[in-house]
């Protein structure tokens, strides 16, 4: 089977053109196939993992095994002779000619081999897998010749199993001596440098699947990021919220301001939208009463690259029927507290050695829930702040948000375009320019009360309709998660769709109107009657970057978008 499967290697062969280290893989996963080894593997039960199997070693029975083998040497019967006398030992083993009992664990691993050290009959080799790195020892005296004279073939990056007791060293490394090794997959591609690791930014990104292994701390992020997503998923079914899916191709784009990507539906003929939002989507459900909806959805959005923005990206959208702004809000809270108390919790489980993120006992709490993120230290325990929008624009702009002449003037003074642009878009420029980033950016923070003409799916407020019972929260200087009352006045919801499509101020405004339609049909399902409600989404990304201490989206994106490298 081995040689049989050698042949669907494509165009690679033995001939000009391939590299030699290559060449010398090949022939090494030639050799271990006329051994009668399989290159490419096959089932493999009874398997731990690496931290489990580190987890299994009984320093008691080590140290029995070390004295009963030391004290049968020092007083051989009169048979004489010796055999299994290696560091490890075998079950069962003699020394001296003395039976000694083995009484340490054994365990199945497989890994992929990270480092290895030819003794001549001794072969050492570091494995690796999702849980971490272990030695493993491989004895000319305790293993067949047959996988013996395999591990003479084994190269850097290649996969193996390897069945051993669990031992320490003279030097105290935690050690599998071997019994058994077999070859799972053999690697044809040179592993990167041993020190510097995959260390080319774009070659990471490119090839995601080398950067997992080559670089722990890129397997540990993904590890938090879906633990991360699945304790949202927890908090949220235990709150009596039901997860559902919406469509990801539609024929209108709604639910945001954004530029979609557009594709033809040939059964139909037919132009449709990959979504930039499923808002529209689930309100319906609450229409169709589903008190509380949530959904973990991709959205996409032909739109620009940087730090914080991909054109596919994850959200957490929710909705609460008879609920309000403070209702969302109070769960986001909620869910973000509990993401990062996983984290947490995780690292001083790592710092006492556990290394097993989220594994301490259910309810177990850190001693503060801090995290790092760049040169920020983000305290999630603490209340999250309130900074009324109002409030934040007098302050940091020095006239009131109301006042057009003074807001105009400001612009004027700091730069800031006003030709053709209707006021309030005026206001919202100044507004992130200037008052948005002098939020801490350690303290989460909800900036509330924005302005009603520029939240079109928000309701406003009761007590002031110019502003909406809207808040968008801001952590580490990036805006994580917005929140509504919904609006669900179909006649209000209607003249501001209209009044959306009649905007058309700058060019950018253009463009997005190209792309906005009004959705007669959304319409009609608040004509046959949605409940109030608060509505929140999530930017998954956003808060792994933000818990897992990473700067880019694309480090937290696990195969983020990538020019062709023919045209990179």
Same mark, same amino acid.
């Given at each position: 089977?081995?040689?049989?499967?050698?042949?669907?290697?494509?165009?690679?062969?033995?001939?000009?053109?391939?590299?030699?280290?290559?060449?010398?893989?090949?022939?090494?996963?030639?050799?271990?196939?006329?051994?009668?080894?399989? /290159?490419?593997?096959?089932?493999?039960?009874?398997?731990?993992?690496?931290?489990?199997?580190?987890?299994?070693?009984?320093?008691?029975?080590?140290?029995?095994?070390?004295?009963?083998?030391?004290?049968?040497?020092?007083?051989?019967?009169?048979?004489?002779?010796?055999?299994?006398?290696?560091?490890?030992?075998?079950?069962?083993?003699?020394?001296?000619?003395?039976?000694?009992?083995?009484?340490? !664990?054994?365990?199945?691993?497989?890994?992929?081999?990270?480092?290895?050290?030819?003794?001549?009959?001794?072969?050492?080799?570091?494995?690796?897998?999702?849980?971490?790195?272990?030695?493993?020892?491989?004895?000319?005296?305790?293993?067949?010749?047959?996988?013996?004279?395999?591990?003479?073939?084994?190269?850097?990056?290649?996969?193996?199993?390897?069945?051993?007791?669990?031992?320490?060293?003279?030097?105290?490394?935690?050690?599998?001596? %071997?019994?058994?090794?077999?070859? #799972?997959?053999?690697?044809?591609?040179?592993?990167?440098?041993?020190?510097?690791?995959?260390?080319?930014?774009?070659?990471?990104?490119?090839?995601?699947?080398?950067? @997992?292994?080559?670089?722990?701390?890129?397997?540990?992020?993904?590890?938090?990021?879906?633990?991360?997503?699945?304790?949202?998923?927890?908090?949220?079914?235990?709150?009596?919220?039901?997860?559902?899916?919406?469509?990801?191709?539609?024929?209108?784009?709604?639910?945001?301001?954004?530029?979609?990507?557009?594709?033809? @539906?040939?059964?139909?003929?037919?132009?449709?939208?990959?979504?930039?939002? !499923?808002?529209?989507?689930?309100?319906?459900?609450?229409?169709? +009463?589903?008190?509380?909806?949530?959904?973990?959805?991709?959205?996409?959005?032909?739109?620009?690259?940087?730090?914080?923005?991909?054109?596919?990206?994850?959200?957490?959208?929710?909705?609460?029927?008879?609920?309000?702004?403070?209702?969302?809000?109070?769960?986001?809270?909620?869910?973000?507290?509990?993401?990062?108390?996983?984290?947490?919790?995780?690292?001083?489980?790592?710092?006492?050695?556990?290394?097993?993120?989220? #594994?301490?006992?259910?309810?177990?709490?850190?001693?503060?829930?801090?995290?790092?993120?760049?040169?920020?230290?983000?305290?999630?325990?603490?209340?999250?702040?309130?900074?009324?929008?109002?409030?934040?624009?007098?302050?940091?702009?020095?006239?009131? @948000?109301?006042?057009?002449?003074?807001?105009?003037?400001?612009?004027?003074?700091? +730069?800031?375009?006003?030709?053709?642009?209707?006021?309030?878009?005026?206001?919202?420029?100044?507004?992130?320019?200037?008052?948005?980033?002098?939020?801490?950016?350690?303290?989460?923070?909800?900036?509330?009360?924005?302005? %009603?003409?520029?939240? /079109?799916?928000?309701? /406003?407020?009761?007590?002031? !309709?110019?502003?909406?019972?809207?808040?968008?929260?801001?952590?580490?200087?990036?805006?994580? %998660?917005?929140?509504?009352?919904?609006?669900?006045?179909?006649?209000?919801?209607?003249?501001?769709?209209?009044?959306?499509?009649?905007?058309?101020?700058?060019?950018?405004?253009?463009?997005?109107?190209?792309?906005?339609?009004?959705? %007669?049909?959304?319409?009609?399902?608040?004509?046959?009657?949605?409940?109030?409600?608060?509505?929140?989404?999530?930017?998954?990304?956003?808060?792994?970057?933000?818990?897992?201490?990473?700067?880019?989206?694309?480090?937290?994106?696990?195969?983020?978008?990538?020019? /062709?490298?023919?045209?990179?």
């Amino acid at each position: 089977m081995g040689q049989q499967e050698q042949a669907g290697d494509g165009s690679h062969g033995h001939g000009a053109g391939v590299h030699p280290l290559e060449q010398q893989r090949r022939a090494n996963r030639d050799g271990a196939a006329k051994l009668g080894f399989r /290159p490419y593997g096959e089932r493999v039960d009874g398997l731990l993992s690496l931290a489990e199997s580190r987890a299994k070693y009984d320093d008691a029975a080590n140290t029995a095994f070390n004295e009963a083998t030391a004290r049968a040497k020092a007083n051989p019967s009169s048979s004489g002779g010796s055999s299994g006398g290696s560091a490890g030992g075998t079950a069962g083993g003699t020394a001296g000619g003395t039976a000694v009992v083995d009484g340490r !664990p054994e365990v199945k691993v497989a890994g992929r081999v990270m480092l290895s050290r030819d003794n001549g009959k001794l072969i050492w080799m570091t494995l690796r897998d999702q849980s971490g790195d272990l030695q493993v020892a491989v004895s000319a005296r305790d293993v067949p010749d047959v996988q013996f004279a395999l591990g003479k073939l084994i190269d850097l990056s290649d996969i193996v199993v390897v069945q051993g007791r669990l031992m320490k060293t003279k030097t105290g490394e935690l050690t599998v001596w %071997a019994t058994g090794l077999d070859l #799972a997959c053999k690697s044809l591609v040179q592993p990167p440098e041993k020190h510097a690791g995959l260390a080319d930014v774009e070659l990471r990104y490119r090839q995601r699947y080398v950067d @997992m292994w080559a670089n722990p701390e890129t397997a540990r992020v993904f590890l938090l990021r879906s633990r991360i997503v699945a304790r949202l998923r927890r908090v949220l079914d235990q709150r009596g919220y039901l997860e559902v899916e919406t469509p990801m191709l539609q024929t209108l784009a709604g639910g945001a301001a954004a530029r979609p990507f557009v594709t033809h @539906m040939n059964a139909l003929g037919i132009e449709l939208f990959m979504r930039i939002a !499923p808002e529209l989507y689930l309100k319906r459900l609450l229409v169709g +009463g589903m008190p509380r909806v949530y959904e973990i959805n991709r959205n996409f959005r032909n739109e620009g690259l940087d730090k914080q923005h991909n054109p596919e990206f994850t959200m957490l959208e929710a909705y609460c029927a008879f609920g309000d702004v403070r209702t969302v809000m109070d769960l986001t809270e909620s869910l973000i507290r509990e993401a990062a108390t996983l984290v947490a919790v995780g690292l001083e489980d790592a710092a006492r050695g556990g290394g097993k993120e989220g #594994a301490l006992p259910e309810g177990a709490l850190p001693t503060e829930l801090k995290l790092p993120f760049g040169e920020l230290l983000i305290d999630y325990g603490a209340p999250f702040l309130l900074a009324p929008y109002p409030e934040l624009f007098e302050k940091n702009l020095g006239c009131k @948000m109301t006042d057009t002449d003074a807001v105009l003037r400001v612009a004027r003074e700091r +730069g800031v375009k006003t030709q053709g642009m209707d006021p309030i878009l005026v206001v919202n420029a100044l507004f992130e320019a200037f008052a948005e980033k002098t939020v801490d950016p350690t303290r989460p923070t909800f900036i509330t009360d924005y302005p %009603a003409a520029i939240s /079109p799916l928000t309701r /406003p407020k009761p007590s002031d !309709p110019v502003l909406a019972d809207r808040a968008d929260l801001f952590i580490g200087g990036m805006e994580i %998660a917005p929140h509504y009352t919904e609006l669900n006045d179909p006649d209000v919801q209607a003249a501001k769709f209209r009044e959306q499509l009649a905007s058309a101020d700058t060019e950018k405004a253009k463009e997005e109107a190209t792309f906005r339609t009004f959705d %007669a049909d959304f319409i009609h399902a608040l004509k046959v009657g949605m409940p109030p409600a608060g509505g929140m989404g999530l930017g998954i990304d956003r808060l792994t970057m933000l818990l897992t201490g990473q700067r880019t989206i694309r480090d937290v994106v696990l195969f983020p978008l990538m020019r /062709p490298e023919a045209q990179a």
